[in-house]
């Protein structure tokens, strides 16, 4: 009996050390009786505090890079594409809320090669006196099926927006990128790239631009972001108290170069 009883013990360890055993179309499983022999709640309590202390490091070099809020008076501009219009509505209510100057120009079906060859942004950010920049740009190429194609005039752009704080604001895709949103994040300053791929638009019949109400909410959204970003300024929401805001829009036809 104890023979037997020998025999069955040693035969369950080892079985509990080997890997499945598959007999036809059955398969024996092994017990955990290995893991649970060979565990070692020590080192695994040291790999556990290893893995706390990875985790807070991370989150203290994430606080350490919040930079405090630029509280002084800003001469923003805002350009861009075709989606620009309704984004200058409501960032325009921002500024003025928060004792900024707004100005912003609207190009129709512009591009990051139009803008780099133009030379207009280096000339409208003399023109406006600007001290922060925002950028829309990147809808009208969504298509591209390479876009490391277009990096250079992205480094083009922001090279003529010079030392000045900017924020790219991503295109509201409508549809996947081949890699578009990430070439141009790539291309930004960390903390100066607001991807809007994969938000929620309400967008017109054509079922490209986001409409007006939309586009607000857009911008409530980089103003909440905003704190996360490189250089945040003040951009606290707008009262109903605020009353008619007047955007300074210009609009550049899409046959302008």
């Not at 512009?110 to 942004?121: L, Y």
Request: include cysteine; hydrophobic fraction near 45%.
């Amino acid at each position: 009996m104890w023979f037997l009883l020998a025999t069955s013990l040693i035969v369950f360890i080892l079985m509990s050390f080997a890997d499945d055993i598959s007999i036809g179309v059955y398969t024996v499983r092994k017990a955990p009786f290995a893991e649970t022999l060979l565990s070692d709640p020590e080192r695994e309590a040291r790999e556990a505090a290893v893995a706390d202390s990875i985790l807070q490091v991370a989150r203290e070099e994430l606080q350490a890079r919040k930079v405090e809020v630029d509280s002084t008076p800003q001469s923003i501009l805002l350009i861009g594409d075709s989606m620009t219009m309704n984004l200058a509505l409501r960032l325009a209510e921002y500024a003025k809320a928060n004792g900024h100057i707004f100005n912003a120009v609207n190009w129709d079906s512009s591009g990051t090669v139009k803008w780099a060859k133009s030379g207009h942004v280096a000339e409208f950010v003399k023109e406006f006196g600007a001290t922060y920049v925002f950028i829309s740009l990147g809808a009208n190429e969504l298509y591209l099926k390479n876009p490391a194609t277009h990096r250079h005039f992205v480094d083009t752009i922001i090279s003529q927006v010079g030392d000045r704080p900017y924020v790219w604001i991503g295109p509201p895709n409508w549809k996947e990128d081949e890699g578009l949103n990430d070439m141009i994040e790539a291309a930004c300053a960390p903390g100066s790239y607001f991807r809007s791929a994969g938000m929620e638009f309400k967008r017109k019949k054509d079922g490209i631009h986001p409409t007006r109400e939309s586009s607000a909410l857009w911008i409530d959204s980089i103003a909440r972001w905003m704190p996360n970003s490189s250089h945040p300024i003040l951009l606290n929401a707008p009262t109903l108290e605020l009353g008619k805001v007047n955007a300074n829009i210009r609009y550049m036809k899409s046959t302008d170069k």
